[in-house]
């Protein structure tokens, strides 16, 4: 069974800077298309940024292009999200996504396994 741990939210001013990283266990990472979701208070769950298995491709939300990087790393099973210039409108739970090669993971509908989440808060 796979396991998707988040790590690196917390509280941070607008303006500034948080790096989410998240462990896969439990699938084979090198070929998991991967992907960030988000959800605010009251809000639906929304897409964020995927990145292919191989780290060809990279897909962001209009919301958050320019300001956030989506990486992975397939040697530590880990793919991180680097959040820049963040706004108080990027408050949410994160959600860390897995899903089968081929299929970017750009809505939730793709999504094999989710993380439980990591809460980030931007103060304005």
């Known amino acids: 069974q796979a396991q998707l741990v988040e790590s690196g939210g917390g509280l941070v001013q607008a303006g500034g800077s948080l790096r989410l990283s998240c462990a896969v266990s439990g699938r084979t990472f090198s070929t998991s298309a991967m992907g960030w979701f988000r959800q605010a208070p009251g809000k639906e769950r929304e897409f964020v940024a995927a990145?292919?298995?191989?780290?060809?491709?990279?897909y962001y939300a209009d919301s958050v292009k320019g300001r956030y990087t989506i990486s992975r790393d397939n040697a530590k099973n880990t793919v991180y999200l680097q959040m820049n210039s963040l706004k108080s409108d990027d408050t949410a739970v994160y959600y860390c996504a897995a899903g089968t090669k081929g299929y970017e993971l750009t809505s939730a509908d793709r999504v094999d396994d989710w993380g439980k989440g990591t809460l980030v808060t931007v103060s304005s």
């Open positions: 990145i292919s298995s191989l780290s060809q491709k990279t």
